[in-house]
């Protein structure tokens, strides 16, 4: 089964031989690996100028792609969202540099899950492309601080270190995401080939962000959220830390080693009130990708009636990646998650996974059919995926894993005594309708 995915984007996907993330097969020895057929890599100065105009930009006869190297942390994310991302990117990425740790932001330690010469991380490193270099490096420290926050972004400083060590260069493009999330495909493709000004050499790194517009996924491909999400982020290597030239600019003063202070750009995009006179400003850390208000967020503007596309089915506008949230393969994950990684829910193994976390309601109302509730944010997208204006996910743009994906989410929530008894026992006192 090949279907044309992205048809303006001239993207194949080879369905077929996408490996199911139910099997425990060792797909090194068996012929059944994710696999992209990669037809949109060569360029075409006309595909290329519209796909630049697509999102504001000016295709400039560019005739090289830029590297992109990627880095995440990565522990128990499933199959199912490693697959959507892996998909969206397979053969983008020169490098994919994960970082695992044996501690949880909450200092909960774990079995390491990708250690050389597992299963799982062949399993990854198949996964990406046949060029591109997937790594994990394994973080075995604990980290005693009081905040997670510091635990998390003390391990993403080490994706930088394996950039710098696979050869990044300063006009090299650093992303840094969490697993479940991804720029689509074409703008990944934009980042590489358009003339966008975040990108340019010669960098003063004041604002040096590219930062997705993200369409959310709540546990399913047919929970689509209302609200966007604005990960993942992009930055030239020329304003990276280990990667960039240092001279002439000042170093941010950071708290915990990790945020930069008020007047060091920690308090907005104009906060440099500590550097007045400065013509150049300090380069990014890995904390910085995720926190730093230093960017600009471009918009798909071209092809579709985005109003009629609101109005219609009250779906995101606009949209340049994806957020593939609480993508868990069963309740016991959802509940181990929430309570032993950030924003702890100590009591979470005794809740019902819909009063563990908001989005989890949400997510547990949508495997109920029930999609709008009142309050900004609350209501997902009348007719879930199908009903979309605009590109879907490369994966799921493939019938039946949409519907596994979906049938899977449905399962977990229905088959869970907690959560089925609370949504029984508590629907006709929320504020829902079908």
């Known amino acids: 089964e090949t279907i044309n995915a992205i048809s303006s984007q001239s993207l194949v996907v080879d369905t077929s031989r996408l490996f199911s993330s139910n099997s425990s097969v060792d797909t090194t020895k068996k012929n059944l690996r994710l696999k992209v057929d990669v037809v949109d890599d060569a360029i075409i100065p006309e595909d290329e100028k519209a796909r630049c105009e697509r999102y504001g930009m000016e295709y400039d006869g560019r ?31 020169d490098v994919v540099a994960f970082v695992e740790g044996r501690y949880t932001q909450s200092n909960t330690e774990r079995e390491l899950r990708f250690v050389p010469g597992s299963r799982e991380l062949s399993k990854l490193q198949d996964m ?18 009081v905040e997670t ?6 391990l993403r400083e080490e994706i930088i270190v394996r950039w710098k060590a696979s050869g990044m260069k300063p006009d090299d493009i650093g992303l840094i995401a969490d697993v479940d999330e991804t720029f689509s495909r074409d703008f990944l493709r934009a980042a590489q080939i358009c003339d966008i000004p975040q990108f340019r050499p010669g960098q003063d790194c004041r604002q040096p962000k590219v930062l997705a517009m993200s369409m959310v996924f709540e546990a399913s491909p047919d929970c689509i959220r209302e609200r ?3 990960h993942p982020d992009m930055v030239i290597g020329e304003c990276i830390e280990l990667i960039g030239n240092e001279t002439g600019r000042p170093k941010a ?12 750009g920690g308090g907005g995009p104009n906060d440099w009130g500590s550097m007045p006179n400065a013509t150049l400003f300090p380069l990014l850390n890995a904390a910085d990708f995720r926190m730093c208000d230093c960017g600009n967020v471009y918009d798909y503007v071209g092809d579709y009636d985005w109003n009629a596309a609101k109005n219609e089915n009250r779906q995101p506008t606009k949209y340049t990646g994806y957020h593939f949230h609480n993508f868990f393969d069963s309740a016991n994950a959802v509940r181990t998650k929430y309570r032993t990684y950030g924003h702890t829910v100590y009591d979470a193994m005794n809740l019902s996974m819909a009063e563990i976390h908001e989005d989890l309601s949400r997510a547990v109302d949508c495997a109920f059919n029930y999609t709008s509730r009142k309050g900004e ?4 997208v ?9 590109p879907k996910p490369v994966l799921y743009s493939n019938a039946k894993k949409w519907r596994q994906r979906a049938n899977k989410w449905k399962g977990i929530v229905m088959n869970d005594p907690l959560t089925f008894e609370h949504f029984e026992t508590s629907r006709n006192e929320q504020n829902v309708t079908d």
């Open 382 to 390: 009348l007719g879930g995926l199908a009903a979309i204006m605009g």
């Open 228 to 230: 966007k999400w604005h």
């Open 253 to 264: 003063v950071r708290k915990d080693l990790i945020y930069r202070k008020a007047g060091f």
């Open 63 to 93: 005739s090289s792609r830029r590297r992109i190297f990627m880095g995440g942390l990565i522990a128990e994310e499933t199959w199912d969202v490693i697959e959507a991302v892996a998909a969206e990117s397979f053969g983008i990425y």
């Open 149 to 154: 926050i510091v635990r998390e972004n003390t």
């Open 377 to 380: 944010g609350m209501e997902f």
């Open 128 to 145: 990406f492309g046949p060029s591109t270099d997937v790594t994990v490096d394994l973080y075995k420290d604990k980290i005693d601080s």
